[in-house]
């Protein structure tokens, strides 16, 4: 089964990554598409980024929750407790660390990160 990393806030204001299982349903689409998905999510647009090697982004939190979604090249997000969670191609990961002490994002590896950057929508309340 498909998984995700989450790296969200925890109550004690730090960061934390969790690896979670990417729930999966039969679909059939209008133009006959079948198999298994998710469900549809908001997204407010995507941008496609490419990191070069050694690239660090020290201590920062999520801008927004939003999707990476690793393209090539291969990643490490860390977070306070030391926890490395390592990311590469076809890997997503959902940040959503809005608040607190936040994650480290380094590219590793000899070659330049290319990824997907998928804003989320935010839920509209009734």
Known sequence: MP?????????DGQSHLAEEPLVLQSFVD?????????PLQGATGITFRLAPPGYILSWHC????QYTITLSGAA???????????????DVLLAE?????GHISRVVGT????????????????
């Open 62 to 65: 999520a801008p927004r929750r």
């Open 76 to 90: 490490e997000v860390e977070v306070g407790d030391g926890t490395v969670a390592r990311v590469g191609p076809g």
């Open 3 to 11: 998984s995700i990393f989450r790296v969200y806030t925890g109550a």
């Open 111 to 126: 070659e330049p990160r290319f990824y997907a950057v998928v804003p989320l929508a935010e839920a509209s309340s009734c």
């Open 30 to 38: 209008s133009e006959g598409a079948y198999g298994e998905g998710t």
């Open 97 to 101: 660390d809005l608040t607190g002490q």
